[in-house]
């Protein structure tokens, strides 16, 4: 099969992303250099790490925004331990909710946020067993 294996998240403001993303998610994000070229790395889990997922990276809005939405946008989902503490966190850190938090049957609560940037993503946290 062929699997994602990499995201990027456009920013307008690449520092404010990157502040928002470490705070809720302690997500490792550092300016990388290629040759001549800067890139911006988002490692989601240490580079070792063999817990599921995939890590990123993110560049500056090279275009107008248009805000996105499930119809317009290819939107990542961040699996969590806790919910309601990380939808906290999420809108302390300046995001806000695009979908309120629902079931998904009985397997897991679902949600959608847009991050400082405009972006959006889901938030998945699966229920115990």
Known sequence: MNRVVHFEISA???ERAAAFYRRV???NIDKWSYGDREYIV?????RESTEPGINGGMVPR????VPASGTNAFICTIQV???DATEKAIIEAGGRVAVMK???GDLA???YFHDTEGNMFGLHQAFSK
């Open 12 to 14: 307008e403001d690449t």
């Open 42 to 46: 988002v490692m989601t889990a240490e």
């Open 62 to 65: 090279s275009r107008e925004f």
């Open 102 to 104: 629902y079931a998904v």
């Open 109 to 111: 609560w679902q949600g």
């Open 81 to 83: 331990e806790d919910y």
């Open 25 to 27: 998610f302690g997500w």
